[in-house]
DNA sequence: AGTTACTTGCTGAACGTCCATTCAGTATGC
DNA sequence: GCATACTGAATGGACGTTCAGCAAGTAACT
């Protein structure tokens, strides 16, 4: 045969594709391995063989999309924030969120999980409570440069990343971003952006 | 005995206590029934008895719920909103609907895990959708009396109720207001006022 | 070029555990 | 004596994990 046979590198990507669609879709103990078999065309033993349990085959998949979470939106962040004012800040930072958020909507499902997922916040395993707190430093950083503040960095952190996050995962009709053309995203993030603003400037 | 044994009613609502707690804090998939019948201190087979299958059982947990958050918040709004200002159903939806998170953390969970089960928004059964909905015609509703809005009902439902709701999910130290005293929740909900009110004012 | 030996990738049936559901049977109140 | 409330052992299915074994690649040696 000419195709590739026994590439354990593509394997491993391959189930872990299959794997981030599942827990994303019905979460840890929803979904089970023989689903992600499937979907992975692999034998019904290779995902033990490869990741051992079902446990350490999910923080696979989380750690992964941490990963892609923090190349997207923390590093081109950290890579303006020495230069920018708040106001800069703030836009970029809604910008490749919500870009982020849009295109990944796997992630935001599995973000939701975790968040529900207990454990692992008040343990050593939490990448996501970890992200959090860098991005906070970066805004608390931009902050410290206003002499007058008129809102610290958690409560606009978090405001920020409320007002980003709820509409796609509300799956009310009416409200749920999920699926946007570009332009409505664009609207929803100049929204955000404006309000953000406008609470730093009045009050 | 003197104890009243043989009381379906109280056997029903403490099953339902318990299964409300347990599906709160480990999900549909996660929680089972044995835990459920010792917090209950019933037998084995009596949930079986009384609601059929835990999907019913799960069921009737999430209508109890829903059917507090709509008598401590839709029901306050609907009996003010005739009279009152956009500002002050903001302000009055912002009051008592933290004080309704702040006071009822299961249903923060509980209503986290079924935005997560999405056959349930899609089909008849979505007591969560209705609930936004009937807060959306209030909200348009009073929007109405201003001739020049500046936002839609919806972005500005979606943007309070993500305001709200956000700090009682997030986990992440430094955001999550879970288990926040008096003061901080007023703080909270002061912070939360203004910026939507900036944000209907500028523009 | 062919044979052997060894490592690595992978398979799928077998096993054991967990868990929702069922139901024959018991207790209780009227 | 009859309906209602309740019990708990039995049942069966779903699912994660294990592992003996097979196949594919590689290297060394003839």
């Given at each position: 045969?000419?195709?590739?046979?026994?590439?354990?590198?593509?394997?491993?990507?391959?189930?872990?594709d299959?794997?981030?669609?599942?827990?994303?879709?019905?979460?840890?103990?929803?979904?089970?391995?023989?689903?992600?078999?499937e979907?992975?065309?692999?034998?019904?033993?290779?995902?033990?063989?490869?990741?051992g349990?079902?446990?350490?085959?999910?923080?696979?998949?989380?750690?992964?999309a941490a990963?892609r979470?923090?190349?997207?939106t923390?590093?081109?962040?950290?890579?303006?924030?020495?230069?920018?004012s708040?106001?800069?800040?703030?836009?970029?930072?809604?910008?490749?969120?919500?870009?982020?958020?849009?295109?990944?909507?796997?992630?935001?499902?599995?973000?939701q999980?975790?968040?529900?997922?207990d454990?692992?916040?008040?343990?050593?395993?939490?990448?996501?409570?970890?992200?959090?707190?860098?991005?906070?430093?970066?805004?608390?950083?931009?902050?410290?440069?206003?002499?007058?503040?008129?809102?610290?960095?958690?409560?606009?952190?978090?405001?920020?990343?409320?007002?980003?996050?709820?509409?796609?995962?509300?799956?009310?009709?009416?409200?749920?971003?999920?699926?946007?053309?570009?332009?409505?995203?664009?609207?929803?993030?100049?929204?955000?952006t404006?309000?953000?603003?406008?609470g730093?400037?009045?009050?």
């Amino acid at each position: 045969m000419a195709l590739t046979q026994r590439d354990a590198a593509r394997s491993r990507s391959s189930i872990l594709d299959a794997a981030e669609e599942a827990f994303a879709r019905s979460g840890y103990d929803g979904a089970n391995i023989s689903e992600i078999c499937e979907a992975a065309e692999v034998s019904r033993g290779l995902p033990s063989y490869l990741f051992g349990t079902k446990e350490l085959l999910y923080r696979a998949v989380v750690d992964r999309a941490a990963e892609r979470l923090r190349e997207r939106t923390i590093e081109p962040l950290r890579r303006q924030s020495r230069l920018s004012s708040i106001e800069a800040t703030i836009e970029l930072f809604v910008d490749t969120y919500v870009d982020f958020l849009a295109s990944e909507p796997s992630i935001v499902r599995l973000l939701q999980w975790e968040m529900l997922r207990d454990e692992h916040h008040t343990g050593p395993f939490a990448p996501t409570s970890q992200l959090f707190a860098e991005v906070l430093a970066i805004f608390n950083d931009v902050l410290k440069k206003r002499s007058r503040a008129t809102i610290g960095g958690p409560a606009l952190l978090a405001s920020a990343v409320a007002l980003c996050f709820f509409p796609f995962m509300a799956r009310a009709k009416g409200f749920s971003i999920a699926g946007a053309d570009r332009g409505t995203l664009r609207k929803h993030k100049e929204r955000i952006t404006r309000l953000l603003l406008s609470g730093i400037r009045s009050s």
